[in-house]
Each structure stands twice: as structure tokens, then as C-alpha cells.
């Protein structure tokens, strides 16, 4: 057999194993049921290979202390659900040479490329900003039509306290023309009374 991590017997790899087929959205399997793989070289060889992907913290006894990191480490070096269902798509499309027994078409990642996952988490961030836009949209709007509104209020008031201030102008300039004629007859009677009381003096 391979020999495990220090402090790591077969079991914990094999429990790292069916942790990690969990996490990465597999069935649960059972450590007895996948037991024997450990007993075929090929099989411990594999175990072996997964285990060292994981790279995960180990305690004072040297057992892994964080389950959680088995599946994200594994992502790095595994396939999601869609791209094996790709892939069997690819396989059933692409013709094989049959003298050399190879691929006749090697399929590549591009450099951007991107796990369906990772577009799923950026397609619901996305969904999440076009939801908050839209609820500041709705405010905005809301807010737009109020100020609309007030604003039609405002020159209401203004073209009401402008013709109070014309009637009261009004008001003012025909009581000042009031004052004036008043102020001129009794100017009137001063003078004619000025002139007839001497008059009536010498009488």
C-alpha cells in the first residue's frame, strides 16, 4: 500500500475521500464501501493522489481538523455536474483515430474560462445589482414625481402670494389717492374759511 500522510492511517483517507465526493455534489459513500480500493495499488495509488490534492491543516495528532476545505480544495482539480455532462458530449461527438488510439481533437480551457458555478454565484450577484438598481430606479422615480409635484405647488403658492401682493399694491395706491383728495379739501375749507372770517369779523 501507499503510505498515507504523516499521522494519516488509510481510514482517515478514505474518510477524506467520501467527504470530498459529498462536498462535490457526489452521493455519500461509505468508507466500508470503498475499503477494498485501498487493498489494489492502483486504488491506494489514487486515494493517495486526491488525499495529497487536499492540502488540508492537520492537529497536534496530525488528523485534518477542517472538513469543509476537502471540497474546495478538490474544485480546483475536479469536475462540476455540467462540464462532465459536456464532456460526455464531447466524447460522444469527437471521432478516435483508431491506429493511433488518440483523440484526433484535444480540447483546451481558454484562459478566461470560467466553472458553471462560478458564472451561477456571478449571475445571481449580477440578478442582485439589477434588483437593487431597479429598487433605486423606483426610489428615484418616486422621488422625481414628488419634487414634480412640489414643485408644481410651489408656483401655485408664488402666483397666489403675487396676486395678494398686487391687490394689496392696489389697495394701498387707491388709499393713498383717497388721502390726497381728502388731504386737498381740507386744504379747501382752511383756505376758504381763512378767507371768510375776517369778513365776517368787520360785520
Not at 494519516?8 to 475499503?35: C, F, K, N, W, Y
Not at 492537529?59 to 471540497?71: A, K, Q, R, V
Not at 488510439?101 to 442582485?128: F, V, W
Not at 394701498?172 to 388731504?183: C, D, F, G, P
Request: proline content about 4%; aromatic content about 4%.
Amino acid at each position: 500500500l501507499v503510505a498515507s500522510k504523516p499521522g494519516m492511517t488509510s481510514s482517515h483517507s478514505l474518510a477524506i475521500v467520501a467527504q470530498a465526493a459529498i462536498e462535490l455534489g457526489g452521493p455519500s459513500i461509505r468508507v466500508d464501501d470503498i475499503e477494498w480500493a485501498s487493498q489494489v495499488p492502483a486504488g491506494a495509488n489514487l486515494i493517495q493522489w486526491l488525499v495529497d490534492q487536499c492540502a488540508l491543516p492537520v492537529d497536534s495528532d496530525g488528523l485534518t481538523t477542517d472538513p469543509f476545505n476537502i471540497g474546495v480544495a478538490m474544485r480546483s482539480i475536479a469536475l462540476e455536474y455540467e462540464e462532465l455532462q459536456l464532456l460526455k458530449l464531447i466524447e460522444n461527438d469527437t471521432k478516435v483515430d483508431t491506429e493511433g488510439g488518440q483523440l484526433q481533437e484535444i480540447m483546451h480551457a481558454p484562459c478566461s474560462y470560467y466553472t458553471p458555478s462560478h458564472l451561477r454565484k456571478h449571475a445571481h450577484y449580477l440578478d442582485n445589482d439589477t434588483r437593487l438598481l431597479e429598487a433605486e430606479n423606483a426610489a428615484l422615480s418616486s422621488r422625481l414625481k414628488w419634487t414634480k409635484g412640489a414643485t408644481i405647488n410651489a408656483r401655485r403658492e408664488i402666483q397666489s402670494l403675487l396676486a395678494a401682493i398686487e391687490n394689496q399694491n392696489s389697495a394701498i395706491m387707491r388709499a393713498q389717492e383717497q388721502l390726497s383728495e381728502l388731504s386737498i379739501l381740507v386744504s379747501a375749507l382752511c383756505l376758504f374759511y381763512a378767507i371768510t372770517a375776517p369778513c365776517s369779523a368787520r360785520k
